[in-house]
């Protein structure tokens, strides 16, 4: 299998599989594929291990593309595409993130710490992979990435974690007092994340680039450009 990662603000991966190889992925990052390559549509891993996808927010069903030929996959997020090699014990992802991986990782899901789901956006959703090969995954905005050894430790901002190594011990506190338009006056949710292992964060969350767009619009709607959050829903005025 090869791959490119093309594009700058929004990247897309151009994959070019040999006759046999087969690549796997959620449906709605496929961009498209060339006439050649088979899909198949499969509940991978089984039935119990589709559910537990399905429960924690992954797809029930994903693609699996055979080739020869080429495929495409995109996220639907300004950010950078990053191949992860599966070692160890595993890798985590946060469960949007996912684009696709090689025939030779196995996906299952899994709930994450309880209150990064509830107060810290979108922990509790975990997607899991095992075995050995490359996850692709897309980090919103940009991606840094941290080698941590052991009893080293990193402290995440919950909405900003994008992957790491199944197995590191981690946990999530309230930084009390601290107060922000951008979370609701709720406060901030760290995961703190010990080593030794691999972490990548993302450089924004979904949270950060919807308020700020919304603190763009005046109250009631908007004038007659730009964006408007009405009390009737988004309207985008030209």
Not at 37 to 47: E, F, K, M, S
Not at 131 to 136: A, M, P, Q, R, S
């Amino acid at each position: 299998m090869e791959y490119r990662i093309l594009g700058a603000d929004m990247q897309h991966v151009k994959v070019i599989l040999n006759p046999g190889e087969t690549v796997w992925g959620e449906g709605g990052h496929l961009i498209l594929k060339d006439p050649n390559v088979q899909l198949n549509t499969t509940a991978r891993g089984g039935i119990l291990k589709s559910l537990e996808r399905d429960l924690t927010g992954g797809d029930f069903f994903v693609l699996e593309l055979t080739g020869p030929g080429f495929v495409e996959f995109a996220s639907y997020f300004p950010g950078r595409i990053i191949p992860i090699q599966v070692q160890g014990q595993g890798l985590s992802v946060e469960h949007t993130s996912f684009l696709f991986a090689e025939s030779t990782v196995q996906y299952s899901a899994k709930l994450g710490k309880l209150l990064a789901g509830i107060f810290g956006g979108e922990g509790i959703l975990l997607a899991y992979f095992s075995g050995t090969g490359n996850v692709f995954v897309h980090a919103k905005g940009g991606v840094s990435a941290f080698n941590l050894q052991p009893g080293q430790t990193l402290q995440i901002e919950a909405g900003h974690l994008l992957a790491f190594d199944t197995g590191m011990n981690y946990t999530i506190q309230r930084v009390g007092g601290i107060k922000s338009m951008l979370f609701g006056g709720e406060g901030l949710f760290f995961v703190t994340i010990t080593g030794p292992g691999r972490v990548w964060v993302h450089n924004i969350s979904v949270a950060q680039f919807a308020h700020t767009l919304y603190r763009q619009v005046p109250p009631g709607g908007g004038s007659n450009q730009g964006i408007g959050f009405g009390g009737g829903g988004i309207s985008i005025n030209l």
